[in-house]
């Protein structure tokens, strides 16, 4: 597996999102599928402990709807809601519409924050 170097902090945000590709796709080849790399500033935005708890939660059941979702959760489904479009802003989750319900579900199985 190829070495990525980090270590350089004056990258511009084209380089660093090259990077990240070229990173899951290295692990990709060493055997970890489904991998996402996301920067260090969107996770620190994205991956709030109420969001990680919607990450963990679709990642361990099969979830039916938002609706679903919120009372699996004890939510209030207007927040869950809110949070699920962070998330989908940045590509986390995504949704499988049919009709008027919306299933929402990861995009990939790991998520992976750049290196420092």
Do not use: C, F, N
Request: glycine letters at 6%; charged letters at 35%.
């Amino acid at each position: 597996m190829s070495q990525i170097d980090w270590s350089d902090t004056r990258l511009d945000d084209d380089t660093r999102a090259t990077r990240r590709g070229e990173m899951a796709r290295a692990l990709a080849r060493g055997g970890m599928e489904g991998v996402q790399v996301i920067s260090l500033e969107s996770a620190e935005k994205v991956l709030t402990p109420k969001r990680h708890e919607i990450i963990e939660t679709l990642r361990e059941k099969d979830v039916e709807s938002v609706r679903h979702l919120a009372r699996s959760l004890d939510r209030d489904k207007g927040q869950v809601s809110r949070d699920l479009g962070v998330l989908a802003e940045h590509g986390v989750i995504a949704y499988d519409e049919e009709g008027r319900s919306k299933r929402p579900y990861l995009v990939q199985e790991h998520i992976i924050v750049e290196p420092l």
